[in-house]
């Protein structure tokens, strides 16, 4: 079945590259391309209805202004203009992934004759914005409207770059390294040295892992689920665990000091506390050691294992079903470490330490879907906190490896830096 699907996709990249060199031959027709006036751009500045022009294309990015990271007034208030020099920062420089995900809202593209009206800076700054985007943009087959405005402005794409190269740097999902109308776990095993970069280009669609409706159920969860199932636990083993404190005479360090140390209820506390600033460490340690592990280019099991764990959150970080961790998945991370535990510590002290570790887990996890879906007010901390964390996602896949908090960014050195920008003189 694997040797069918390598094949299969062998067969789609070389369908690909005669594609790709039809297009880049400039063998193709643009009579397509729907152009808008400045009253129709101009028609749709509003959360409703959000169009923005950038690099002489209209862009449609309503679905995309509730969910932006720096919010939705700074895409509303922009509404049917230029977005030239917002993209270009000040305050942030958008990254190549983010002028590649622009492309997926193209709908048209700018009447030129009006085009100059727009506040797109100096011709300098938007010649600039245009190689910028040529540089980080691959126009999908059939994406007629892009290739027209990049004849016109000149746009240099390298017509000698290998044709497989542009078919896994496109953001055109009809046309990628992977059929996405079928699951994608089975296939990106097959990606090989190409996955690494293809998963940290993230798209704005969602995921379908298994062909199995029971598989593909039970990998989706959504975000109250995750209250619903383990406060009971966190409730329980609290309750249980304090009165274990209660009832026995537990002493822990029995090996280290005479007699040891008497466990108190009053420890009940403490225990709980330190469970819970534990959680924090494990998991900075989980998502930078497990789920950003790069798999050997040669390892189709564990390409396949690292895209089931995180690469798909990546590769589809909007994705609103896949934001927080499935219940039976975690229970495969959790029996074992309280197995652990439980080797170590009397049952009382373990079930402290874990009902503890569990409530970050839960704070964690609400908090992660929070910082893709959520609105945090300007200049709040939970605000940072997701621009910190979209970061992450499309420009410093290697660091900022926290997600409720910076803390463990901080002592291994993993803090994504803060932008800088000359002053204009």
Not at 87 to 95: A, D, F, I, N, V
Not at 386 to 405: D, M, N, R, V
């Amino acid at each position: 079945m694997q040797i069918e699907q390598g094949q299969q996709q062998g067969a789609r990249a070389e369908d690909y590259g005669q594609q790709q060199q039809q297009l880049i031959g400039g063998e193709f027709a643009s009579p397509a391309c729907k152009r808008f006036t400045l009253a129709e751009l101009e028609a749709h500045s509003s959360e409703e209805s959000c169009w923005v022009v950038h690099a002489g294309r209209v862009f449609d990015v309503t679905r995309f202004v509730r969910i932006h990271p720096g919010g939705e007034a700074v895409i509303v208030t922009r509404g049917g203009t230029d977005l030239g020099r917002l993209l270009s920062g000040p305050p942030h420089r958008h990254s190549s992934n983010a002028y590649r995900w622009l492309e997926q809202y193209c709908i048209g593209e700018l009447d030129t004759r009006l085009g100059e009206e727009l506040d797109g800076g100096s011709q300098q700054q938007e010649e600039q914005q245009r190689q910028r985007a040529d540089a980080s943009v691959v126009t999908p087959p059939g994406s007629e409207c892009a290739e027209e405005v990049r004849r016109r402005n000149g746009s240099s794409v390298d017509r000698r770059q290998d044709t497989e190269e542009l078919m896994y740097k496109t953001v055109s999902t009809d046309n990628d390294l992977v059929d996405w109308s079928k699951a994608l776990l089975w296939q990106v095993g097959h990606l090989g040295d190409k996955y690494n970069e293809w998963v940290h280009q993230p798209v704005d669609r969602r995921i379908r892992l298994f062909e199995s409706d029971f598989l593909e159920f039970w990998s989706k969860t959504a975000w109250y689920v995750i209250p619903l199932v383990w406060i009971p636990i966190i409730v329980y083993m609290g309750l249980s665990s304090y009165r274990g404190l209660q009832g026995n005479q537990i002493r822990v360090f029995t090996t280290f000091t005479d007699g040891g140390v008497n466990v108190s209820p009053d420890w009940f506390a403490c225990l709980f506390t330190f469970g819970f600033f534990m959680w924090s460490l494990v998991e900075y340690s989980l998502h930078r050691f497990l789920f950003h592990l790069t798999p050997p280019a040669h390892s189709y099991l564990l390409i396949t294992l690292h895209f089931l764990l995180h690469g798909q959150h990546h590769k589809s970080p909007f994705d609103g079903s896949r934001l927080v961790f499935p219940p039976v998945a975690a229970f495969f991370f959790v029996a074992p470490f309280y197995s652990w535990m439980l080797t170590m510590l009397p049952n009382a002290v373990t079930g402290s330490l874990m009902a503890g570790g569990i409530s970050g887990y839960v704070i964690y996890d609400l908090m992660h879907y929070y910082l893709h879906y959520g609105a945090p007010s300007r200049g709040s901390y939970l605000y940072s906190l997701k621009a910190y964390h979209i970061k992450h996602h499309f420009e410093h896949q290697a660091l900022g490896f926290g997600i409720s908090s910076k803390l463990w960014d901080y002592p291994f050195r993993t803090l994504i830096p803060e932008e800088t920008f000359e002053k204009s003189r």
